[in-house]
């Protein structure tokens, strides 16, 4: 399942399409960390394309992997310039994985890397 998952991380820094129907298997649910959720890979390929005309990944770091059955929860970090603005936010994947060895669902959640430490 890691391999599966850094594929797909490294697949947004080099824009490479193909590697999604590696990844995902064809009725993949995919749930975005501010909302939009996509069913289906034709709907992944399409936000891929669109996403990778208006920005780019410049960084998907993975800093820890958990994995239980077919299951994989990724801690990450990830930076990107979309539209001239660079941005970037911690995160957290979690992704269920099919007998053949493909994503099925996967769902984001995010936070910010910049924290406040209000009793300092």
Not at 98 to 116: A, P, Q, T
Request: charged content about 35%; overall charge negative; aromatic content about 18%.
């Amino acid at each position: 399942m890691k391999d599966v998952i850094h594929k797909y991380f490294a697949s947004w820094i080099s824009k490479d399409i193909e590697i999604l129907e590696q990844v995902f298997a064809k009725d993949i649910v995919y749930t975005e960390c501010y909302g939009p959720e996509y069913h289906g890979l034709d709907q992944i390929l399409r936000w891929f394309e669109e996403w990778n005309q208006k920005g780019s990944v410049l960084e998907w770091i993975i800093k820890r992997e958990i994995e239980k059955d077919k299951t994989i929860v990724v801690e990450w970090y990830f930076k990107c310039d979309y539209q001239g603005k660079v941005s970037g936010f911690d995160g957290v994947t979690i992704a269920d994985f099919n007998k053949e060895g493909k994503i099925f669902r996967l769902k984001e959640f995010r936070s910010d890397s910049e924290h406040i430490y209000p009793y300092e």
